[in-house]
């Protein structure tokens, strides 16, 4: 198997906050992974890097075999927008504020990106999207605006919309925490069934642990910047080895 | 004279008015885009040019821009007909202030959109047009529908750099009639009545923006 994400020792700083620490971490291409911990432990930052939101000042990121860091790259990404957009090509992300375009339809806010992006054909993409709605059961919903759509069928379609650019890795950042809980479900039932695809890698930051024992390969348990604890999710929540991890295990399930 | 009379001339004088204001109402608001998209530049030289441009035809009086456009350019050689100088001038001074409105507009769109726009790869021209400016523009409407009003009321001032507007005409007929009250209420309904129109216009464009969008809800949902 061959790492399809690899960070060596990145160090990403806010100002004087240092949010990741000498990181390491691989990932394997297929792979599905959870990332888990307190809130500004940098798990997050960990996919908004991989989605070049964010910058990093020390340390190398390769992805599907690109570094992020380009040998004479300037500026903040010290890469150009070009070798950045390559970068992207491979990526997707699925929010936790869903980030539809509220002034575009349902079907648009799919075959935008495909079409002025891809440079796809506009009844290929529309087919293509078609396919996906039905997929994550929002066939019906095509015409309608995101104003016009509950939290959960929201983010239903931005998964839609991240599948539609055919990403080999998908991020997903807390994706039902902005969801009321009788809506959860129905979004964790779509990346349930996009964990079933081989091929396809994916990192997901999510609070539903039981979820995450579920549908991954592999747990990390992040704090202050490092992954203080990862295995497989079987061992990893019921016998894990690290005090650290015991106790927001067990703060978090008393909840 | 009776105050029929008084209409052909006044209508003359609104034509005058009614050209100005629209050819600097337009010509106002492509230069408050071009300057509001270059003062969100991260080219400092860009957004320095816009910023030195927004910053002085705001600062200064319109009066003392049309008699410097129209008594000291030509002085340098440069100088152009009364007409042409306060179009010129009336979009210069609508083109800054209107720079502030698109600027505003467009910092208003949430960080969320640019994350979204830049997750799916599209490049930054296609996410200021596609994505941006058509959440924005809806939003510049009403302070647009405030500039355009403001633009007319200042068109009164080209009257002083030899143009036969609205305004100028209502002086030469007091002049002549000396029958100010008469004159100077049909040249204030005058203006109020061209006002209604640009209101109008204003509102129409803004309901077609807005039109079919239902997205002007989603703050609610």
């Given at each position: ?11 990403k ?10 990181f390491n971490f691989?990932?394997?291409q ?7 911990g ?5 798990k ?19 992805l ?18 070009k ?5 992207r ?6 929010f ?32 293509r999207?078609t396919?996906?709605l ?22 239903r ?21 902005a ?10 039932g ?23 024992r ?11 910047g ?7 999710p079987e ?9 650290r991890?015991?106790?927001?295990l ?6 | 004279?009776?105050?029929m ?8 004088g609104a034509q ?29 030289i ?12 705001r600062?200064?009086?319109?009066l003392?821009?049309?008699f ?8 340098i050689g440069i ?20 720079a ?7 910092l ?6 640019y ?8 490049s ?19 302070a647009?529908?405030?500039l355009?009003?403001q ?13 036969a ?8 007929l ?11 209420t049909l ?8 006002a ?26």
């Open positions: 198997m061959t790492s399809i994400i690899r960070f060596q020792n990145v160090t700083r806010f100002g004087a906050l240092t949010v990741l620490d000498n691989e990932v394997q297929g792979e599905k992974v959870t990332l888990i307190p809130s500004g432990s940098g997050s930052t960990v996919l908004r890097i991989l989605m070049t939101l964010e910058p990093f000042q020390e340390g190398k990121l390769e599907a075999g690109l570094s992020y860091h380009e040998p004479n790259g300037r500026g903040t990404f010290k890469a150009s927008e070798h950045l957009h390559k970068i090509s491979n990526v997707g992300m699925v936790q504020s869903f980030n539809l375009f509220p002034h575009m339809t349902v079907m648009r806010n799919i075959v935008e990106a495909p079409i002025a992006v891809l440079n796809m054909k506009r009844d290929e993409a529309e087919t999207a396919e996906l039905r997929m994550v059961g929002l066939l019906d919903k095509k015409d309608h605006y995101p104003s016009q759509l509950s939290g959960g069928q929201q983010q379609v931005a998964i839609a919309r991240a599948l539609a650019m055919r990403p080999r890795v998908l991020l997903f950042d807390e994706p039902t925490s969801l009321d809980p009788q809506l959860v479900g129905e979004v964790l779509v990346i349930r069934d996009l964990a079933r695809e081989h091929d396809l890698t994916m990192l997901l930051v999510t609070h539903e642990m039981r979820f995450a579920e549908v991954s390969d592999r747990v990390c348990f992040f704090d202050k490092r992954i203080v604890e990862q295995g497989e061992k990893f929540f019921t016998n894990p080895e690290q005090p991890t015991r106790e927001f067990s703060s978090i399930l008393n909840t | 004279m009776t105050w009379q008084y209409l052909a001339p006044l209508l003359k005058i008015t009614v050209i100005i204001s629209l050819a600097s109402i337009v010509l106002g608001t492509i230069l408050a885009f071009a300057a509001g998209i270059a003062r969100t530049s991260s080219n400092p860009v957004s320095g040019i816009a910023f030195v441009y927004i910053v002085l035809f600062g200064t009086p319109l003392v821009q049309l410097w456009f129209y008594y000291a350019l030509p002085l100088s152009f007909n009364p007409i042409t100088t306060g179009i010129m001038t009336l979009s210069l001074l609508t083109g800054a202030f209107g502030e409105v698109v600027r505003g507009a467009l208003a769109v949430p960080v969320s959109q994350e979204a726009a830049r997750a799916l790869n599209f930054k021209t296609y996410t200021l047009w596609h994505i941006f400016m058509p959440q924005a523009v809806v939003e510049m409407m009403p647009f529908g405030n355009a009003v633009n007319l009321k200042d068109t009164a001032l080209v009257s002083l750099i030899s143009i507007d609205l305004t100028f005409q209502a002086q030469s007091r002049n002549i009639t000396l029958d100010s009250a008469t004159v100077y040249t204030l309904v005058g203006y109020f009545i061209i209604l129109g640009l209101m109008l216009i204003v509102r129409l464009i803004e309901m077609k923006l807005r039109r079919g969008a239902a997205f002007s809800r989603s703050a609610h949902s």
